[in-house]
């Protein structure tokens, strides 16, 4: 499977967003998805996972709040719109996709997925 992210930019403080993630070469309605962040300087972080009936969304507790991961099986499609943004929401964004695991038992861990997108540069200006 392929996934393409987009979305990303430069917004102020206080600003939005809205990233998107497109699958390709297979069908991601039974997977596994999430949203991960970099900074530079630092490792790569959870931002929030989606089972793949969506019916459950943890998010890192630095986004809750301002953050809103959802996915359309239709569409093949993950999405992250982001308000509120902060300064230090600035990294590039992944998204990510697995086929097989524990949902509830290591969502959170960027090495239990298998399939990445390319990643999206968000700066957010003070």
């Known amino acids: 499977v392929q996934l393409q992210a987009s979305g990303g930019g430069l917004v102020q403080a206080g600003g939005s967003l809205r ?19 970099q900074a530079p300087g630092k490792e790569r972080e959870i931002v929030a996972a ?3 009936s969506g019916s ?4 890192a507790d630095s986004v809750k709040g301002r953050f809103t991961i959802s996915r359309d099986n239709a569409k093949n499609t993950l999405y992250l719109q982001m308000n509120s943004l902060k ?21 959170q861990v ?3 997925y298998m399939h990445w997108g390319q990643g999206t540069l968000v700066t957010v200006s003070s």
Do not use: K, Q
């Open 87 to 107: 300064p230090e929401d600035t990294a590039v964004y992944f998204c990510a996709a697995r086929f097989i695991g524990d949902f509830y038992t290591d969502y």
């Open 56 to 59: 459950s969304t943890p998010y």
């Open 19 to 37: 990233l998107s993630c497109a699958g390709s070469g297979r069908t991601l309605r039974s997977s596994t998805m999430g949203w991960f962040r």
């Open 50 to 52: 989606v089972y793949w």
């Open 110 to 112: 960027a090495d239990r």
